[in-house]
């Protein structure tokens, strides 16, 4: 078992940053593939970023530019830097535990942390 625990939401205006914190307890999860989604009200949890186990990163085009994900298995931590916030990016964000092994497939989620971009 993997429990994620997400920080670092809260209430930013637009143009400003935030650096949102997962971290992992229970397993290592060097082997694990991690992302951020998001769920905003009435609307469908959408990935916002990954990153494999070797550190290559997936963005989605839409925060394309503005969103960096890193991560630190020592620490067993994952971070996204979110930049230049809009409206449009409030939601809850949740990290995310993947991995695949032969026959199992392995699926972990925080509670989420709520950001909101208002003025």
């Known amino acids: 078992q993997v429990q994620l625990v997400e920080s670092g939401g809260g209430l930013v205006q637009p143009g400003g940053s935030l650096t949102l914190s997962c971290e992992a307890s229970g397993r290592a999860i060097g082997s694990y593939t991690m992302a951020w989604f998001r769920q905003a009200p009435g609307k469908q949890r959408d990935l916002v970023a990954s990153i494999s186990t070797t550190g290559n990163p997936n963005i989605a085009n839409s925060v394309k530019g503005r969103i960096t994900i890193s991560r630190d298995n020592t620490k067993n931590m994952v971070y996204l830097q979110m930049n230049s916030l809009e409206p449009e990016d409030t939601a809850v964000y949740y990290c995310?535990?993947?991995?695949?092994?032969?026959?199992?497939?392995?699926?972990?989620w925080g509670q989420g942390t709520q950001v909101t971009v208002s003025s």
């Open positions: 995310n535990a993947k991995r695949y092994v032969v026959g199992v497939f392995y699926d972990y």
